[in-house]
């Protein structure tokens, strides 16, 4: 499975971005992380293959993820973005439970950078 990552940029708070994953091969439960400079990579939010969602306490209610099968691409849209959202995002494929988990993903895009200024 090979992903790309695309969609970032930078933005000012409040402003809304949708980050995209295109995927090649079976992806099965798919998810979204990102790193902050000097931060471990931490979960945002992931779909299973039946597009049931989770998301981060952190990121509920303002980003939505979702995907669509018949294009193979995985999307997250971001929207109320505050500084503390800026970080390299990555897309992860092939997620086993539980999805919050990093190391549960074998596959893995390059990432793409979200800058959030106040």
């Known amino acids: 499975v090979q992903l790309q990552a695309s969609g970032g940029g930078l933005v000012r708070a409040g402003d809304s971005l949708r980050l995209s994953c295109a995927a090649s091969?079976?992806?099965?439960?798919m998810g979204w992380f990102r790193q902050a400079p000097g931060k471990e990579r931490e979960f945002v939010a992931a779909?299973?293959?039946?597009?049931?969602?989770f998301y981060a306490d952190s990121v509920k209610g303002r980003f939505t993820i979702s995907r669509d099968n018949a294009k193979n691409t995985l999307y997250l849209q971001m929207n109320s973005l505050k500084p503390d959202d800026t970080a390299v995002y990555y897309c992860?494929?092939?997620?086993?439970?539980?999805?919050?988990?990093?190391?549960?993903?074998?596959?893995w895009g390059q990432g793409t950078l979200v800058t959030v200024s106040s």
């Open positions: 091969g079976r992806t099965f439960n």
């Open positions: 779909v299973t293959s039946d597009s049931n969602t």
């Open positions: 992860a494929a092939g997620g086993l439970l539980p999805l919050t988990t990093s190391r549960n993903y074998p596959f």
